[in-house]
């Protein structure tokens, strides 16, 4: 599970020396514009991930966030279901009000005018 947001908000709690930081590994996708993935240099765990060359917005695997708030997040949506485990049940995300997609969904679906909003000040930052 991935947690978009902004590079700026990203804080790490463990303690980070220059040898402790993440390790960036560039991986091939889809897009041809490789995906690049931040491993923590002891245990090579994924911790987040740029898409597409931007490094203004990462991703944040969800499993790896601090207690308080891996207990707050909850997700908006649940994408790519066409490939989860048969054993993962979703049908209670969906009564909390999560939304749930075979593949991908458009952000209009599911944002709210907030979110999108501010995704939209993002994206201007990364232009400059």
Known sequence: ???EI???NLHLASSTTPATQPTLVA???ASGTP???ARCPTCLVALYSHYGGNKVLLYVRAGTLGEGSRHRVKPDAHIFTD???EWVD???EVERGAKVFVRHYERGEV???GALER???VMEQMKT
């Open 1 to 3: 599970m991935n947690i």
């Open 6 to 8: 902004e590079t700026f």
């Open 27 to 29: 991986t091939p996708s």
């Open 35 to 37: 995906q690049l993935i």
């Open 83 to 85: 490939t989860k485990a």
């Open 90 to 92: 979703l049908r209670s």
């Open 111 to 113: 944002w709210s005018k």
């Open 119 to 121: 995704r939209e000040r």
